[in-house]
């Protein structure tokens, strides 16, 4: 059944780096914000990277991204998916990032997972011309990275922002 993206990218003058998921979970959706299910380890491992405490509300979200000089958006406008699942995903739909890297100096792009990244290099590296480093998934579904793994690997994160 096709799915629209139900919520806007988030991003200001100021983001540095895009990290982009590939289509928001169901709960996701749901809450209408990024890595909205309880088990992502999304928000623990950014939160690490940073040194900060793990935002809880969407509004702590919003101002730790933005605080940190990201920019959160997803690969997939719409696409026919089958609850949360990434291997489901059929007749993707792109969303447009050019908005975001003409209105930010968006130093990076960072893929979350190897489906983001495929789904970025079938659908939008072309049209951008600007290669993505991909960072091992925070879903709950990849299972064989530990938290403290994906922590570390996500720290390359930092060598792409110079925080005020």
């Known amino acids: 059944m096709e799915q629209k993206h139900p919520f806007p990218p988030l991003w200001n003058k100021n983001s540095k780096i895009l990290i982009l998921g590939s289509f928001p979970s ?15 380890r999304f928000w623990k491992v950014v ?6 405490a793990v935002p809880c509300s969407i509004e ?31 007749n993707a739909v792109a969303n447009d ?21 495929a789904l970025y290099e079938k659908h939008i590296l072309k049209e951008c011309n600007r290669t993505a480093i991909t960072l091992p ?21 930092k060598n792409y922002i110079s925080e005020e």
């Open 26 to 40: 169901v709960k996701s959706r749901e809450a209408m914000f990024f890595y909205g299910h309880p088990q992502n």
């Open 47 to 52: 939160a690490a990277v940073f040194g900060d």
């Open 60 to 90: 702590e979200k919003r101002v730790f991204i933005l605080k940190h000089n990201i920019a959160l958006w997803d690969v997939i406008a719409s696409c026919d998916i089958v609850g949360s699942s990434d291997a489901s995903i059929k």
């Open 97 to 117: 990032i050019s908005p975001i890297l003409s209105g930010a100096d968006i130093k990076q792009v960072f893929v979350n997972g190897k489906t983001a990244a």
């Open 137 to 157: 998934s925070t879903s709950p579904a990849n299972a064989a990275w530990s938290l403290e793994r994906l922590i570390a690997e996500w720290r390359k994160i």
